[in-house]
């Protein structure tokens, strides 16, 4: 069975992710997309392309936090929505951690219109990301 081509929007997104491809990853960003973000320290909501790509800019520059394994589980999508469980390993100074997400993506015309982003244990994500 042929992948949706929401769950080939997502893949490719975070193929983009982590290969450091921002503009492959920004073109499939809505203009006016909603980034509902969590990670400790960025929590809050983005507007825009810009804006979430400056969050990225910071999350990966200013915070000292270099991502060395992204691995896609599962994606799971709809004409409307894609889910996509994944897995981090990053470094943060001497830290370093393997996490868990969920992330949840309203999709419309084959662009990220809203993006939810969930941490699967909350406290382990927060111990990573403390000063």
Known sequence: MDEHPNAALARSGYEAMATGDVATFAALLDD??????????????????DEVL?????????????????EVHDILADDDHTVVLLEV???????TATLRYADV???????????????????ANEEFFAD
């Open 32 to 49: 006016d997309v909603l980034w509902h973000e969590s990670t400790p320290g960025f929590e809050r909501d983005y507007r825009g392309r």
């Open 54 to 70: 400056a969050m990225f800019g910071q999350l990966m520059g200013e915070s000292g936090v270099q991502m060395t394994r992204l």
């Open 89 to 95: 390993t990053a470094t943060r100074g001497e830290r």
């Open 105 to 123: 993506y309203h999709v419309r015309d084959a662009k990220v219109v809203e993006h939810w982003h969930l941490a699967v244990d909350p406290k």
